[in-house]
Each structure stands twice: as structure tokens, then as C-alpha cells.
T-cell receptor, first 112, second 114 residues
Framework: AQSVTQLGSHVSVSEGALVLLRCNYSSSVPPYLFWYVQYPNQGLQLLLKYTSAATLVKGINGFEAEFKKSETSFHLTKPSAHMSDAAEYFCAVSDRDYKLSFGAGTTVTVRA | NAGVTQTPKFQVLKTGQSMTLQCAQDMNHNSMYWYRQDPGMGLRLIYYSASEGTTDKGEVPNGYNVSRLNKREFSLRLESAAPSQTSVYFC?????????????FGDGTRLSIL
């Protein structure tokens, strides 16, 4: 079974600082990986997905993630945090039955 | 486009009451899913339906039933609600095709059971 571990349930960053959210997966090759964002009282929105075409994946709102097979990681970054980035972020892996397994989530707080 | 629509948005039940959560999608997707979200646990799959007329159990199916009424609609029923089922419930749908096609989520139903 696939599984995902997100390190750190809460991350606090200053506005303009780097955002780094960690995700490690346990999956058969190839992994099918996603990052979703959830704003308060809303559903999940897709930030980006790993397609195997490139190890560095660019998503919406300036986020990107790097797939590292040797580290079984798919960490999410954004060079400069904005107040609007305050949300909960979920890493997820899909199995061959198209079911998603989610990490526990990381809540990002942005300080002015 | 409405995408995935869930009703109701909020509901309070008493222990033992029954309830059906409704979900409809207008994207012509074959696959639909029900998740529950609890603090510190991410989203956990309750049931899913790969196509009209088929349903399968997910990770946490106990206490729930589902109906895939047609291609658009996928409902979740709590026959005898328990406080442990207090949660936020999300419905999602997905287009067929490659495995890395993403799921699209509704805004959730916030359910409290007293």
C-alpha cells in the first residue's frame, strides 16, 4: 500500500521568506504524486502533480516541487511567501487503482 | 462550471439519527470518491465508485453506505450516526485516463454528531 509522510504539522514563515514543506513517500515505481492546498472552509485544490517528464515540477501560485527518487521525496517550495499562502497543504500518492493516500497535512502560517 | 457540489454544507445530528450526504459533479467524470477529514489525519477514503453501478470500500467504510445513483451523483449514507463520525466529508471526482489525472474536490460537508 502507498503511504505518505509529511514532516511538520505546522510551519510558520515570515512574509517574503522561503516556504519549504516536506513530503516522503512509500510507493512502487513509478510513484504518482500530488500536492493539494486547502484554504479555510474550502475543498482541496490541486497545486501540482508529478508526471515523470521532469523532476522539477512547477505549479500554481509560484509553488514548485522536486522529485528525488533516491530520497523518496517530493518536497514543496515557494521562494517568497505571501500572506495569501496561509493554508493547509497535503501531499498525496496515487496507486494503480487511482485511489489517493494523503499525508496528515501541514498548516502554513505567514507572519507579516 | 460548478464542478463538484456537495449538500448540505453543515449538519448537526443526534446519535442514532440517519443522514444522506449528496454529491453531484458536472464534469462527466466516471470515478467518484468519498473522504473524511479529521485533524492530524489528512483525508481518508471511505468509499469510491469507478463507474456508474460499481462501488468499492476504501480505508474506513464501517458505518457508511453509498449509492452511485447515476454518472453525476454519488451519495453517502450514515444509517445510525455515532459521535465518532463527526468530521468533514469531501466528495471528489476524477476523469478517466492516466493515473496522474488529479481528483477534483467539493467544498465539503461539516457534520457534527451529538
Amino acid at each position: 500500500a502507498q503511504s505518505v509522510t509529511q514532516l511538520g504539522s505546522h510551519v510558520s514563515v515570515s512574509e517574503g521568506a522561503l516556504v519549504l514543506l516536506r513530503c516522503n513517500y512509500s510507493s512502487s515505481v513509478p510513484p504518482y504524486l500530488f500536492w493539494y492546498v486547502q484554504y479555510p472552509n474550502q475543498g482541496l485544490q490541486l497545486l501540482l502533480k508529478y508526471t515523470s517528464a521532469a523532476t522539477l515540477v512547477k505549479g500554481i501560485n509560484g509553488f514548485e516541487a522536486e522529485f528525488k527518487k533516491s530520497e523518496t521525496s517530493f518536497h514543496l517550495t515557494k521562494p517568497s511567501a505571501h500572506m495569501s499562502d496561509a493554508a493547509e497543504y497535503f501531499c498525496a500518492v496515487s496507486d494503480r487503482d487511482y485511489k489517493l493516500s494523503f499525508g496528515a497535512g501541514t498548516t502554513v502560517t505567514v507572519r507579516a | 462550471n460548478a464542478g463538484v457540489t456537495q449538500t448540505p454544507k453543515f449538519q448537526v445530528l443526534k446519535t442514532g439519527q440517519s443522514m444522506t450526504l449528496q454529491c453531484a459533479q458536472d464534469m462527466n467524470h466516471n470515478s467518484m470518491y468519498w473522504y473524511r477529514q479529521d485533524p492530524g489525519m489528512g483525508l481518508r477514503l471511505i468509499y469510491y465508485s469507478a463507474s456508474e453501478g460499481t462501488t468499492d470500500k476504501g480505508e474506513v467504510p464501517n458505518g457508511y453506505n453509498v449509492s452511485r445513483l447515476n454518472k453525476r451523483e454519488f451519495s453517502l449514507r450514515l444509517e445510525s450516526a455515532a459521535p465518532s463520525q463527526t468530521s468533514v466529508y469531501f466528495c471528489a471526482s476524477r476523469v478517466d485516463g492516466s493515473i496522474n489525472q488529479p481528483q477534483h474536490f467539493g467544498d465539503g460537508t461539516r457534520l457534527s454528531i451529538l
